[in-house]
C-alpha cells in the first residue's frame, strides 16, 4: 500500500501562482493531480510517468483547462511531484488530490484506480 502526502495547497488571487506537492511512500509507475470543485465532476488535471522503468518515463499529459499554465514535475530521489500552477483563475478553485498508481496510466481512469491523498484545498480570488 502506497501512502500519499499532498502540501501547498491555499489561498491566492487571480493571476498568481501556488506549487503543490505529493510525496509518495512507496513505488509507483505514475502519479498525477485530479481536482473536484462543488457541484462539479472529478477532473484530471496532470500526470507524469514516475519510474524509470517505463518507456514513457517523464512524459506527462495535461488537461486542456490548464496547459500553459501548469507544469507536473518529479523528484524521483524523493518519490515527490510536484504540480506548478502559474495565470491561477478562480475557475482553478477547487479541492486537489493526488494520485498513484503501480500499474498501467494511459487515462485518468487508470491513473484514479489505485492511491489517494486526503487533498489539499485551492481557492483562487478574482
Known amino acids: 500500500q502506497v501512502q500519499l502526502v499532498e502540501s501547498g495547497g491555499g489561498s491566492v488571487q487571480a493571476g498568481g501562482s501556488l506549487r503543490l506537492s505529493c510525496a509518495a511512500s512507496g513505488y509507483t509507475y505514475c502519479m498525477g493531480w485530479f481536482r473536484q470543485a462543488p457541484g462539479k465532476e472529478r477532473e484530471g488535471v496532470a500526470r507524469i510517468y514516475t519510474s524509470s522503468r517505463s518507456s514513457f518515463y517523464a512524459d506527462t499529459y495535461y488537461a486542456d483547462s490548464v496547459k500553459g499554465r501548469f507544469t507536473i514535475s518529479q523528484d524521483n530521489a524523493k518519490n515527490t511531484v510536484f504540480l506548478q500552477m502559474n495565470s491561477l483563475k478562480p475557475e482553478d478553485t477547487a479541492m486537489y488530490y493526488c494520485?498513484?498508481?503501480?500499474?498501467?496510466?494511459?487515462?485518468?481512469?487508470?491513473?484514479?484506480?489505485?492511491?489517494w491523498g486526503q487533498g489539499t484545498q485551492v481557492t483562487v480570488s478574482s
Open positions: 494520485a498513484a498508481t503501480a500499474s498501467a496510466c494511459n487515462t485518468w481512469s487508470q491513473l484514479a484506480d489505485n492511491y
